[in-house]
C-alpha cells in the first residue's frame, strides 16, 4: 500500500497567522490518466470529515480561499494563510491514485496557541 | 442535497456479527462506487471496503480477511455491511462515503459507532 506521512501531526497556531502542513507519498500519485489524485480533509472535532482539497488544488465548493493547496508527484502543502477559530480540527491527507487501496496520512491536529 | 445516513452500530461481543446500512439520498446511488471507512476512538481514518456501482466488484483492507462482506441494493439506495468475528480493534465509527470521478470522497455519512466490548 501507499504509505502517506503528514508534518508536522501537531500544529499550534496564532490566530491570523498562517499554517502549513506537508504531506509526502511512498510512491507517485500521478495516474495513468495524468491526473494527480491528493485529498484534504478537515474534521472538526465530533463531526465526520469534510473535503477541502481534491486533485491536488482543487477547492470544494464552499471552503474558503485561504485554504489552498499544491505540489507535485510525491510532496504535497495544504496552507492556511490566516488561521481563524473555525479551523481547528485535525486535517488528513489521502492518496486516491492507486486503486483499489485509497490511504490516508496520520493526521495533523491544529489548534489554536 | 446528497445525504448519505448509516444505521447499525451498537455494542457487540467479541467473535459476534453486526450489520451495517447506508441509505443515500439526492443522487442517482446506482452510478456510484461506494466505501466505508472507519475511525477507531482517538485515531485515524482507515479504509475498510468498495463496491462498484452494479455490486458485481468488492475491494477490501487486508485487515478484513475475510470476515466483512459489502454489499448494495440499488432498488432501495442502500449499502451494506456484514460484520463477523468482530475484534476489539474493530471497534469504530463507521462512515459511509460516496467515491467521485476524482479519486476522491466527496460526501461522507454522519457515521454509526460500532463497539466490541465482553
Known amino acids: 500500500d501507499v504509505v502517506m506521512t503528514q508534518s508536522p501531526l501537531s500544529l499550534p497556531v496564532t490566530l491570523g497567522q498562517p499554517a502549513s502542513i506537508s504531506c509526502r507519498s511512498s510512491q507517485s500519485l500521478v495516474h495513468s490518466d495524468g491526473n494527480t489524485f491528493l485529498n484534504w480533509f478537515q474534521q472538526r472535532p465530533g463531526q465526520p470529515p469534510r473535503r477541502l482539497i481534491y486533485m491536488v488544488s482543487k477547492r470544494d465548493s464552499g471552503v474558503p480561499d485561504r485554504f489552498s493547496g499544491s505540489g507535485s508527484g510525491t510532496d504535497f502543502t495544504l496552507k492556511i494563510s490566516r488561521v481563524e477559530a473555525e479551523d481547528v480540527g485535525v486535517y488528513y491527507c489521502?492518496?486516491?491514485?492507486?486503486?483499489?487501496?485509497?490511504?490516508f496520512g496520520q493526521g495533523t491536529k491544529v489548534e489554536i496557541k | 442535497e446528497v445525504q448519505l445516513v448509516e444505521s447499525g452500530g451498537g455494542l457487540v461481543q467479541p467473535g459476534g456479527s453486526l450489520r451495517l446500512s447506508c441509505v443515500a439520498s439526492?443522487?442517482?446511488?446506482?452510478?456510484?462506487?461506494m466505501h466505508w471507512v472507519r475511525q477507531a476512538p482517538g485515531k485515524g481514518l482507515e479504509y475498510v471496503s468498495a463496491i462498484s456501482p452494479n455490486g458485481d466488484d468488492t475491494v477490501y483492507a487486508n485487515f478484513v480477511e475475510g470476515r466483512f462482506t459489502i454489499s448494495r441494493d440499488n432498488s432501495k439506495n442502500t449499502m451494506f455491511l456484514q460484520m463477523g468475528s468482530l475484534r476489539a480493534e474493530d471497534m469504530a465509527v463507521y462512515y459511509c462515503?460516496?467515491?467521485?470521478?476524482?479519486?476522491?470522497?466527496?460526501?461522507w455519512g454522519q457515521g454509526t459507532l460500532v463497539t466490541v466490548s465482553s
Open positions: 489521502m492518496q486516491g491514485a492507486h486503486w483499489p487501496t485509497w490511504t
Open positions: 462515503v460516496r467515491h467521485d470521478a476524482y479519486g476522491s470522497y466527496d460526501y
Open positions: 439526492g443522487f442517482i446511488f446506482s452510478n456510484f462506487h
